[in-house]
């Protein structure tokens, strides 16, 4: 075949470079059509113009290449996009497009095939993208690309190609700019950092729910990844429904620029929408309908360093104030303590009739030695007797009391009023009568009760270092594989608000925790305060210290501070990487704290027949324990629902039982023989009601609740497990503080000045705090593009945003709380124990 036959060309030869001339004089030196006897191809070239739309048709006997040649600057960026539309509505082979560049090659077929889920196929005979543009290193430079046009298929397929700049191709900071994407029309844009702006935030926004869409930051480099198959191969990337926004620092793009790529997914199940087609064939084709979205494009810079230091400050300088006012008020309490003592100071040689002042009854003087020690055989015995409700408490004066705190000097267990037959059936008489008081259930040493509850606070240290070091080596983990894969999907930030710091996607969220635990810290100090205080008067043989008053046991207090602190460092490493699988971080201690409340509370006026921290710690365990099960299989799971909901019915009657019986009943085979006999004698036999008419009014309110959001459960099955059992916990802990203060004031009992005051502030500061709280800036209930719709912009200190004052004051509202069960009691200090009632 000659030269001339084979060639066919309307530009001058003049005009192509030397090795293109060598390269096609090859080509139509050799035979098109080979040895094997097929037609002849035949190639022709145009030289072709931007701008202009070329409609040709290619067969498998002809080649077409377009040549096109733009100049290129250095200092100036452009764009070039090249648009073909097939015309044909069944195609025998695709049409085959191969973009020939200086430093670059990019191909693709027209209809081009996307694939979905399972399989599925979408064809798109529409197919535009914008090409790669190589680098320069001359001031302008004229470079030239090609498109070659080719098939396999014998009949000739019409074609439209255009080739047009783009307009506005490099982004300018604090400019929005709109544009329009498909799955088979991406699109992305230049961005190159100005002077003096190292960090910057890309938003991206839509009017549209779906398509849905992918948004990337890609380096400036060919080829681009920018369909829907290979957006995920490099650079930072989150899917997208009407909200996404990431934030890009300069140091990591060597050539201060980057792209912006917006791809429109095939299909919407990946930002939570429905499947809509399911093929019927596995070679299906199915059309996707019309998958166009409109977006807008703004790149805004992010704070700067003074900000950083700024929100450090503010948050240290809040939290560190609370150190001089507490020490401030202690000032004050000591000082107005002190001049009440000297006011009302009673000479220790005088008389009772020399003070003008008779005793009223046996108890103004105490009833007990040492808080509790165990009474004399006699008493035991009157007891059983006794018809007031004194039970025979022998009087003793207080030289007995500190003379046998003294002269006791062997070590006492707590087990040692349990072995005698006769003593624990005082214990059966003294805790079912109708009126308790604290005295009839402070009797056991203080010794003893003290290195009881101290076990709650080793034990609290104890699981928080070997929970602590796993949580926070898992969650590096995760920070790492978000740094490495780029992919912005894996933790539900508050993408509008976080602000990076080396390695961490949100230092903000993470620094705001430090309130759980500076004052968490604080709190310790203020209970080792009181406890040194205590001790010392207790050294004193002081008779408000041994006689009078709630009984001191400090070790819930070290483990409520001590979990305080922990809930601080766990929600810090929550929020490294927020998400589905880690969220139990940021609740154990939630649990944990609100247990120990109620623990707490029920000790105040119980301390002999509170739980041992073993048990305490092996039921919150098992609430732990039931809160991971939740999670992983509580989604829809009805099963799941109806057991959990059956367990949490029968723990509630077993610990009404409990609460009811004061511990004086027994869970074993004749327990329904007695349920059946007390039903007989009680409500069949005779209507009587019943004898402890507060506790079964609390335990009645208890089983409502409870009943009430275990049904709830069971219908509504909440996919957020670990916060409905947190909220059963905080349902089951307010009832019973609300239930501590109202029979605290119908005993005739009085709040302090100081404890309202904070009671007061505290549930202020809950209320703004829950305010913050339920803002929902992101939630990890819904797919992560989902959760990007609730993000929104920092509102304190251009730092901060609403979850972070979320964590100031609920850290705040926690210390309140702390300090109203340490204060609440303190009216108490002066009265004696067998005058405090019991509820």
Not at 218 to 232: G, H, S
Not at 236 to 261: C, E, H, L, W
Not at 604 to 624: E, G
């Amino acid at each position: 075949m000659g030269l001339r036959s084979c060639w066919k060309s309307r530009h001058k030869s003049g005009r192509l470079p030397p090795l293109l001339l060598a390269a096609l004089a090859w080509l139509c030196v050799t035979p098109c059509g080979g040895d094997t006897g097929t037609d002849p191809k035949y190639i022709i070239q145009k030289e072709a113009e931007f701008d202009v739309t070329y409609n040709d048709t290619v067969t498998s006997v002809n080649q077409t290449i377009y040549a096109f040649n733009h100049t290129v600057s250095r200092n100036r960026s452009e764009g070039v996009r090249v648009s073909v539309d097939v015309m044909q509505q069944y195609l025998e082979s695709p049409i085959l497009f191969v973009v020939r560049q200086k430093q670059a090659v990019m191909s693709f077929q027209v209809p081009l095939i996307l694939r979905g889920l399972y399989q599925r196929k979408y064809p798109y005979k529409h197919v535009a993208r914008t090409l790669c543009q190589p680098p320069t290193r001359a001031l302008s430079e004229t470079q030239y690309f090609y498109v070659d046009v080719s098939t396999l298929s014998s009949q000739g397929t019409n074609y439209q190609l255009r080739v047009s700049r783009v307009e506005h191709f490099t982004l300018q900071t604090d400019k929005k700019f709109s544009f329009i994407a498909s799955p088979s029309q991406p699109q992305y844009y230049k961005y190159v950092f100005p002077d003096g702006v190292d960090t910057v935030i890309v938003k991206v926004n839509s009017d549209m729910d779906f398509p849905c869409s992918v948004m990337s930051i890609q380096d400036i480099q060919c080829p681009v990844y920018d369909l829907d198959n290979n957006v995920a191969f490099i650079g930072m990337y989150q899917t997208m429904t009407k909200k996404g926004a990431i934030t890009v620092q300069r140091k990591d793009f060597p050539s201060n620029s980057f792209y912006v790529v917006v791809v429109v997914k095939t299909e919407d199940e990946a930002c939570g929408g429905p499947l809509r087609f399911y093929p019927l064939r596995p070679d299906e084709l199915i059309d996707a309908g019309n998958r166009t979205k409109v977006v807008d494009v703004l790149v805004t810079p992010a704070i700067k360093s003074e900000k950083y230091v700024m929100g450090m400050l503010f948050c240290l300088g809040i939290f560190l104030s609370f150190y001089p006012l507490t020490l401030l008020v202690a000032c004050v309490e000591n000082k107005r303590m002190n001049r009440r003592k000297d006011l009302f100071q009673i000479p220790a040689d005088l008389s009772p009739a020399e003070t003008g002042k008779t005793p009223a009854s046996p108890y103004e003087y105490g009833s007990f030695a040492d808080n509790g020690s165990t009474l004399s055989s006699e008493a035991v015995t009157d007891s059983a007797t006794s018809t007031d409700n004194n039970y025979g408490y022998m009087e003793r004066s207080l030289d007995s009391v500190g003379r046998s705190r003294q002269e006791s000097l062997s070590s006492v267990e707590e087990d040692d009023y349990d072995t005698l037959d006769d003593v624990n059936s005082d214990k059966n008489i003294v805790r079912t009568k109708k009126y308790l008081c604290v005295s009839d259930l402070a009797r056991k040493d203080k010794r003893v009760l003290s290195k009881k509850y101290q076990i709650y606070f080793w034990n609290i240290a104890t699981i928080a270092v070997f929970y602590a070091l796993p949580v926070i080596q898992l969650v590096i983990t995760y920070q790492t594989v978000v740094n490495v894969t780029g992919n912005q999907d894996i933790c539900y930030y508050n993408f509008l608000c976080a602000h990076p710091l080396g390695a961490l996607s949100a230092f903000n969220n993470i620094l705001s925790n430090v309130g759980y635990v500076m004052l968490g810290f604080l709190f310790l100090l203020i209970v080792l305060k009181r406890d040194i205080v205590h001790n010392r008067a207790l050294f004193r043989n002081e008779p408000n210290a041994l006689e009078c008053g709630i009984p001191k046991h400090f070790g819930l207090f070290y483990a409520m501070g001590t979990a305080l602190m922990m809930e601080g460092l766990l929600s810090a490493c929550y929020h490294v990487c927020p998400n589905y699988t880690n969220f139990q971080f940021d609740t154990s201690f939630m649990y944990m704290i609100a247990g120990l409340c109620m623990l707490k509370l029920y000790q105040k006026r119980h301390p002999d027949i509170n739980a041992s921290a073993y048990t305490a710690y092996a039921c919150l365990a098992a609430v732990i324990f039931f809160s991971v099960l939740g999670v992983v299989f509580g989604r829809g799971n009805m099963v799941f629902w109806i057991v959990f909901s059956v367990i949490h019915i029968l723990a509630t009657l077993l610990l009404s039982t409990q609460l009811y019986y004061m511990g004086r009943w027994r869970l074993d085979t004749g327990v329904m023989r007695r349920i059946v006999y007390v039903i007989y004698t009680d409500c069949i036999r005779q209507c009587s009601g019943p004898m402890y008419i507060d506790r079964m009014v609390l335990l009645v309110l208890g089983n409502i609740v409870n009943w009430s959001l275990a049904a709830y459960g069971l219908i509504k099955r909440p996919n957020d497990f670990a916060s409905y059992l947190l909220a059963i916990a905080i349902c089951n802990l307010l009832l019973y503080f609300a239930f501590y203060i109202i029979m605290k004031l119908r005993s005739g009992e009085r709040i302090k000045c100081l404890p309202l005051v904070i009671i007061l502030f505290t549930a202020v500061v809950w209320g703004f705090a829950l305010y913050f709280f339920f803002q929902g800036l992101s939630t990890w209930q819904k797919t992560p593009a989902e959760s990007r719709e609730h993000n929104r912009d920092c509102i304190l200190l251009s730092f901060f945003d609403d979850h972070d004052i979320w964590h100031f004051l609920s850290s705040i509202a926690m210390f309140g709380s702390f300090l109203v069960l340490l204060t609440m009691d303190d009216d108490l200090d002066a009265v004696q124990r067998d005058k405090i009632y019991v509820f």
